[in-house]
């Protein structure tokens, strides 16, 4: 989950990142699903974006995590976010 730091590019960020972040599916072949949803709540405590990715095992989850087109989405977030909540899990 995500928080932009400027509130007025909110929606602009989100749709772009959204694009970005969409864009990997058919690049990075450890990624067999992702959803990128757009925050409509309007609480104070809502994140304004959520990703969801889905890999067949950890090993995939790390390709993913250290390869140059998802770096490179990573790198150009860190000067427009301003916090993110993580959660790895297993089903």
Known sequence: MVNF??????????????A????LVDKIPELNNMEVGLNVNTKASA?????????????GLNMYRTHPKHVKI???MKGVVEKTAVVDYYQ
């Open 5 to 18: 730091k400027d509130r007025q590019m909110v929606d602009k960020l989100s749709a772009e990142f959204k």
């Open 47 to 59: 994140f304004d974006l959520v990703l969801i990715a889905d890999f067949e095992n950890i090993k």
């Open 20 to 23: 970005l972040l969409m864009g």
């Open 74 to 76: 990573l790198n150009y």
